[in-house]
């Protein structure tokens, strides 16, 4: 049986994933059509959108049995637990920023940040493993998924929006 702080670490790891992806998504769709300023914003407001949605639904969804709505201190928390879903974009978008203050185009900025949220997509998988005690090929294996739902998101990106576009 789970206790709460692994439910809680388990439900911070997801929403961190589920960040890291949209963040990826956005950068692969948008990142070559808006400057990196506007596609910074476009991902930390989309992801706030959908974190509020998120946690939202949940809460309604678990106290319609019950018949009351949760307190002020449920609400803190479950939305403290699910925080990651935005703070994971923080990374890529600072690799963004920084490459386009750096002298690159707006472009590989975009690329230099979805290189990131691979990287992130891939330490996520692998520490996930790890705390579940995974070794050797099934560490392996997990980790694995990460890269390539991270390299999906690239083909795509190259194949779908810029080769058929």
């Known amino acids: ?13 997801a929403a961190g994933i589920y960040g890291v992806v949209v963040t990826a998504a956005i950068l692969t769709a ?6 990196t300023a506007a596609l910074t914003v476009a991902v930390v407001v989309t992801l706030l959108v959908y974190w509020v949605a998120e946690e939202y639904a949940e809460l309604l969804g678990e106290h319609v049995v019950d018949g009351k709505l949760p307190g002020r201190r449920q609400v803190r928390a479950e939305l403290l637990a699910t925080w990651p879903m935005v703070s994971a974009s923080f990374g890529p978008l600072l690799v963004a920023l920084l490459a386009r203050l750096a002298g690159t185009s707006a472009v590989a900025a975009a690329n230099a940040g979805l290189a990131a949220a691979v990287v992130l997509l891939v330490w996520h998988a692998w520490s996930a493993g790890r705390a579940a005690r995974l070794g050797g090929w099934p560490l392996v294996a997990l980790t694995s998924v990460g890269a390539l739902l991270g390299i999906v998101m690239i083909l795509l990106k190259n194949v779908v929006l810029v080769h058929l576009h």
Request: hydrophobic share 25%; aromatic share 0%.
């Open 1 to 13: 049986m789970l206790t709460e702080s692994a439910g809680r670490r388990g439900r911070r790891r």
């Open 30 to 35: 948008a990142g070559s059509q808006l400057s």
